[in-house]
């Protein structure tokens, strides 16, 4: 069964850093593209950037530049780096990945900018 538990969000100043990270069981993790999404209160969720098998990385042209994901296979894991964080990013986090067509999600992490 797949899993996949994400850490790492709390409460920031504007400005600051956090790095979220997301922990896949149960599935071939080296053979699935990862993404971030996340929701922020009364809006509809939204992608926030995604990592391919052959590690080609898309972004939300409102993270650009400021926000990285990575992989690292051996661990089964995705990472966000999040800087120069603004309180528009407040929101929940959550990690995806689709199998046999299937979407997967992570129960969330909260991320808290304060201006």
């Known amino acids: 069964q797949v899993q996949l538990v994400e850490s790492g969000g709390g409460l920031v100043q504007a400005g600051g850093s956090l790095r979220l990270s997301c922990a896949a069981s149960g599935t071939i993790f080296s053979i699935r593209t990862m993404g971030w999404y996340r929701q922020a209160p009364g809006k509809q969720r939204e992608s926030v950037a995604s990592?391919?098998?052959?590690?080609?990385?898309n972004y939300a042209d409102s993270v650009k530049g400021r926000f990285t994901i990575s992989r690292d296979n051996a661990k089964s894991t995705v990472y966000l780096q999040m800087n120069s964080l603004k309180p528009d990013d407040t929101g929940v986090y959550f990690c995806?990945?689709?199998?046999?067509?299937?979407?997967?999600w992570g129960q969330g992490t909260q991320v808290t900018v304060s201006s």
């Open positions: 995806n990945l689709v199998e046999n067509g299937r979407d997967y």
């Open positions: 990592i391919t098998v052959f590690g080609r990385t």
